[in-house]
Protein backbone atom coordinates (compact mmCIF):
# COMPACT_ATOMS: atom_id res chain seq x y z
CA UNK A 1 0.00 0.00 0.00
CA UNK A 2 1.50 3.35 -1.15
CA UNK A 3 -1.13 5.65 0.33
CA UNK A 4 -0.77 7.37 3.61
CA UNK A 5 -1.11 5.44 6.91
CA UNK A 6 -1.51 6.17 10.31
CA UNK A 7 -1.52 4.44 13.53
CA UNK A 8 -3.28 3.59 15.30
CA UNK A 9 -6.87 3.84 13.97
CA UNK A 10 -8.33 3.93 17.52
CA UNK A 11 -7.04 4.96 20.63
CA UNK A 12 -8.85 4.93 24.28
CA UNK A 13 -7.11 6.83 27.27
CA UNK A 14 -7.60 7.99 30.46
CA UNK A 15 -7.11 11.94 30.94
CA UNK A 16 -3.90 12.48 32.28
CA UNK A 17 -1.77 9.50 30.02
CA UNK A 18 0.49 10.71 27.22
CA UNK A 19 -0.44 9.39 23.91
CA UNK A 20 1.67 8.86 20.95
CA UNK A 21 -0.04 8.63 17.59
CA UNK A 22 2.24 7.94 14.13
CA UNK A 23 1.80 8.80 10.20
CA UNK A 24 3.87 7.38 7.26
CA UNK A 25 3.35 9.55 4.56
CA UNK A 26 3.86 8.55 0.81
CA UNK A 27 7.02 8.46 0.45
CA UNK A 28 8.39 10.42 -2.12
CA UNK A 29 6.00 13.57 -0.37
CA UNK A 30 8.62 16.03 1.53
CA UNK A 31 5.41 17.66 2.73
CA UNK A 32 3.43 16.41 5.92
CA UNK A 33 -0.12 17.95 8.05
CA UNK A 34 -1.14 16.98 10.92
CA UNK A 35 -4.69 18.22 11.29
CA UNK A 36 -7.57 17.84 14.23
CA UNK A 37 -11.11 17.07 13.27
CA UNK A 38 -14.01 16.78 16.58
CA UNK A 39 -17.35 15.59 15.73
CA UNK A 40 -19.53 17.62 12.70
CA UNK A 41 -16.90 19.97 12.17
CA UNK A 42 -14.17 19.94 9.10
CA UNK A 43 -10.78 19.81 10.02
CA UNK A 44 -8.39 22.06 11.37
CA UNK A 45 -4.67 22.74 10.63
CA UNK A 46 -2.23 21.76 13.61
CA UNK A 47 1.41 21.52 12.25
CA UNK A 48 3.26 21.54 9.07
CA UNK A 49 6.91 19.66 8.35
CA UNK A 50 8.85 19.72 5.03
CA UNK A 51 11.30 17.25 5.19
CA UNK A 52 12.23 17.17 8.79
CA UNK A 53 11.82 20.58 9.41
CA UNK A 54 8.50 21.85 11.37
CA UNK A 55 7.76 25.12 9.65
CA UNK A 56 4.32 26.47 11.60
CA UNK A 57 2.34 25.44 14.29
CA UNK A 58 -1.14 26.26 14.98
CA UNK A 59 -2.27 27.72 18.25
CA UNK A 60 -4.45 24.91 18.63
CA UNK A 61 -1.13 23.16 19.14
CA UNK A 62 -0.91 23.98 23.08
CA UNK A 63 2.49 22.97 24.83
CA UNK A 64 1.15 19.65 25.25
CA UNK A 65 1.54 18.77 21.91
CA UNK A 66 4.44 17.60 20.20
CA UNK A 67 5.65 16.61 16.51
CA UNK A 68 8.67 15.32 14.96
CA UNK A 69 9.45 14.28 11.96
CA UNK A 70 13.27 12.99 12.94
CA UNK A 71 14.19 12.07 9.41
CA UNK A 72 11.67 13.21 7.00
CA UNK A 73 9.93 10.53 6.42
CA UNK A 74 7.40 9.44 9.04
CA UNK A 75 6.19 12.07 11.74
CA UNK A 76 4.99 11.34 15.53
CA UNK A 77 2.48 13.22 17.24
CA UNK A 78 2.50 13.37 21.22
CA UNK A 79 -0.39 14.60 23.24
CA UNK A 80 1.49 14.82 27.19
CA UNK A 81 -1.20 15.29 29.91
CA UNK A 82 -4.09 14.11 27.93
CA UNK A 83 -7.85 15.83 28.61
CA UNK A 84 -11.18 15.09 27.70
CA UNK A 85 -11.21 18.26 25.12
CA UNK A 86 -8.41 16.25 23.17
CA UNK A 87 -11.08 13.52 21.87
CA UNK A 88 -10.90 14.01 17.99
CA UNK A 89 -9.74 12.91 15.04
CA UNK A 90 -6.14 13.18 14.43
CA UNK A 91 -5.67 12.92 10.45
CA UNK A 92 -2.12 13.32 8.50
CA UNK A 93 -1.85 14.12 4.93
CA UNK A 94 1.28 14.27 2.84
CA UNK A 95 1.69 15.74 -0.42
CA UNK A 96 4.11 17.20 -3.35
CA UNK A 97 4.90 21.21 -2.79
CA UNK A 98 1.67 22.39 -4.99
CA UNK A 99 0.27 19.05 -5.48
CA UNK A 100 -2.68 17.18 -4.54
CA UNK A 101 -3.25 16.36 -0.76
CA UNK A 102 -3.64 12.42 0.32
CA UNK A 103 -5.04 11.39 3.86
CA UNK A 104 -4.24 8.71 6.32
CA UNK A 105 -7.20 7.07 7.57
CA UNK A 106 -6.70 8.69 10.85
CA UNK A 107 -6.58 8.25 14.64
CA UNK A 108 -9.64 8.30 16.63
CA UNK A 109 -8.68 9.26 20.28
CA UNK A 110 -10.97 8.62 23.15
CA UNK A 111 -9.67 10.57 26.52
CA UNK A 112 -12.12 9.09 28.99
CA UNK B 1 -18.08 33.78 9.73
CA UNK B 2 -15.73 30.78 8.07
CA UNK B 3 -13.63 31.32 5.94
CA UNK B 4 -15.31 28.15 4.01
CA UNK B 5 -18.51 27.47 3.87
CA UNK B 6 -20.84 25.05 2.62
CA UNK B 7 -24.29 23.84 1.69
CA UNK B 8 -26.43 22.37 2.34
CA UNK B 9 -25.30 20.98 6.03
CA UNK B 10 -27.42 17.83 5.04
CA UNK B 11 -28.88 16.78 1.83
CA UNK B 12 -30.74 13.92 1.46
CA UNK B 13 -31.58 12.16 -2.07
CA UNK B 14 -33.02 9.38 -3.94
CA UNK B 15 -31.45 7.10 -5.80
CA UNK B 16 -30.54 8.00 -9.18
CA UNK B 17 -30.97 11.89 -8.25
CA UNK B 18 -28.57 14.69 -9.27
CA UNK B 19 -27.06 16.19 -6.50
CA UNK B 20 -25.17 19.44 -6.01
CA UNK B 21 -23.33 21.12 -3.09
CA UNK B 22 -22.50 24.21 -2.74
CA UNK B 23 -18.98 25.67 -1.58
CA UNK B 24 -18.14 29.38 -1.03
CA UNK B 25 -15.05 30.57 0.44
CA UNK B 26 -13.62 34.58 1.57
CA UNK B 27 -10.36 34.28 0.79
CA UNK B 28 -7.72 34.47 -1.56
CA UNK B 29 -6.79 31.00 -2.71
CA UNK B 30 -4.44 28.97 -5.02
CA UNK B 31 -6.47 25.99 -5.55
CA UNK B 32 -9.50 24.16 -3.96
CA UNK B 33 -9.66 20.60 -3.08
CA UNK B 34 -13.03 18.49 -2.74
CA UNK B 35 -12.81 15.51 0.08
CA UNK B 36 -15.09 13.05 0.79
CA UNK B 37 -15.29 11.15 3.98
CA UNK B 38 -16.70 8.01 4.74
CA UNK B 39 -18.04 7.10 8.70
CA UNK B 40 -14.98 6.02 10.23
CA UNK B 41 -12.80 9.01 9.27
CA UNK B 42 -10.85 8.12 6.14
CA UNK B 43 -10.70 11.07 4.05
CA UNK B 44 -10.40 10.71 -0.11
CA UNK B 45 -9.43 13.67 -2.39
CA UNK B 46 -12.10 13.38 -5.12
CA UNK B 47 -10.66 16.72 -7.06
CA UNK B 48 -8.24 19.86 -6.40
CA UNK B 49 -8.99 22.52 -9.30
CA UNK B 50 -7.95 25.91 -9.29
CA UNK B 51 -10.13 27.41 -12.83
CA UNK B 52 -13.04 25.82 -15.06
CA UNK B 53 -14.22 22.27 -14.62
CA UNK B 54 -13.31 18.66 -13.73
CA UNK B 55 -15.40 15.75 -14.10
CA UNK B 56 -14.64 12.08 -12.73
CA UNK B 57 -17.06 9.39 -13.30
CA UNK B 58 -20.44 10.33 -12.00
CA UNK B 59 -18.42 13.60 -10.21
CA UNK B 60 -18.03 17.10 -11.67
CA UNK B 61 -16.68 20.26 -9.77
CA UNK B 62 -16.64 23.56 -10.55
CA UNK B 63 -15.10 26.80 -9.94
CA UNK B 64 -15.79 30.31 -10.58
CA UNK B 65 -12.82 32.36 -8.84
CA UNK B 66 -14.52 35.72 -9.64
CA UNK B 67 -17.59 34.71 -7.12
CA UNK B 68 -15.17 32.54 -4.84
CA UNK B 69 -17.82 29.86 -5.41
CA UNK B 70 -17.40 25.73 -6.59
CA UNK B 71 -19.91 23.09 -6.43
CA UNK B 72 -20.02 19.86 -6.79
CA UNK B 73 -21.88 17.53 -8.71
CA UNK B 74 -23.19 13.97 -8.10
CA UNK B 75 -25.26 12.84 -11.62
CA UNK B 76 -27.35 9.08 -10.99
CA UNK B 77 -26.84 9.51 -7.79
CA UNK B 78 -25.97 5.60 -5.54
CA UNK B 79 -26.49 4.63 -1.82
CA UNK B 80 -22.28 4.11 -2.52
CA UNK B 81 -22.50 8.05 -2.44
CA UNK B 82 -23.50 8.57 0.97
CA UNK B 83 -20.88 10.14 2.77
CA UNK B 84 -19.80 13.83 4.14
CA UNK B 85 -18.21 15.84 1.42
CA UNK B 86 -15.70 18.92 2.47
CA UNK B 87 -14.49 21.43 0.27
CA UNK B 88 -11.11 22.91 1.41
CA UNK B 89 -8.93 25.62 0.23
CA UNK B 90 -5.35 26.29 -0.34
CA UNK B 91 -4.74 30.09 1.06
CA UNK B 92 -2.77 32.72 -0.45
CA UNK B 93 -2.18 33.38 3.32
CA UNK B 94 -1.17 30.35 4.00
CA UNK B 95 2.44 31.07 2.45
CA UNK B 96 4.60 28.26 1.98
CA UNK B 97 2.88 26.08 3.77
CA UNK B 98 -0.18 25.33 1.35
CA UNK B 99 -2.61 24.36 4.72
CA UNK B 100 -5.97 23.59 3.54
CA UNK B 101 -9.20 25.51 5.21
CA UNK B 102 -11.61 23.60 5.50
CA UNK B 103 -15.75 23.90 5.33
CA UNK B 104 -17.56 21.74 7.85
CA UNK B 105 -18.76 19.26 5.16
CA UNK B 106 -22.21 18.10 3.74
CA UNK B 107 -23.66 14.99 5.14
CA UNK B 108 -25.29 13.44 1.94
CA UNK B 109 -27.80 10.38 2.57
CA UNK B 110 -28.59 8.35 -0.86
CA UNK B 111 -31.90 6.25 -0.35
CA UNK B 112 -32.27 3.59 -2.62
Not at chain 1, 25 to 43: A, D, F, K, V
Not at chain 1, 59 to 79: C, N, Q, V, Y
Amino acid sequence: DTGVSQNPRHKITKRGQNVTFRCDPISEHNRLYWYRQTLGQGPEFLTYFQNEAQLEKSRLLSDRFSAERPKGSFSTLEIQRTEQGDSAMYLCASSQPTGQAFFGQGTRLTVV
Amino acid sequence: KNEVEQSPQNLTAQEGEFITINCSYSVGISALHWLQQHPGGGIVSLFMLSSGKKKHGRLIATINIQEKHSSLHITASHPRDSAVYICAVRSHYGGATNKLIFGTGTLLAVQP
